[in-house]
């Protein structure tokens, strides 16, 4: 997936854990009015900015991340492409969660509201989220 949507729930690939777990895209902006994802947190409050993958261009002071210019919508890189990701990893979600940079060819999509989504690690826990929020719009 080498476009996927912020506030999305996708499966991704985590290394740490050798399996595939549920993954919210989180948005690629850190500035003070982030896309309402289900909480206010952004990329810099989580601390994703410290290591930014060599896919995107950075202004701290806009706090706006770019793609470089191989990695932009038909470029030779577009699918080496990172993107900002919260683990449903069975933490409090998500003031708990792990935080990473997940590559596009570890993303998958997944219908949370398929039988075989309770096959999924913490399945529950992303339940509880996406209802939280729908509640909350």
Known sequence: IVDPIPGGIYLGYWPKSKEWQAVLVLPKVTTENPIDIGFPDTIRDLGLTEQIPQCYTY???????????????????????????????????????????????????????????????????????????????
């Open 59 to 137: 202004d701290a002071q806009t706090g706006i991340l770019d793609w470089q210019d191989n990695y932009k919508d038909g470029g030779s890189l577009v699918t080496k492409r990172q993107f900002p990701v919260m683990y449903f990893d069975g933490l409090e979600f998500p003031s708990r969660s792990s935080v990473g940079w997940m590559a596009a060819n570890n993303l998958q999509p997944v219908d949370t509201q398929d039988s075989s989504f309770e096959l999924v690690p913490h399945f529950k826990s992303v339940r509880e989220f996406l209802e939280t929020r729908r509640r909350r719009q």
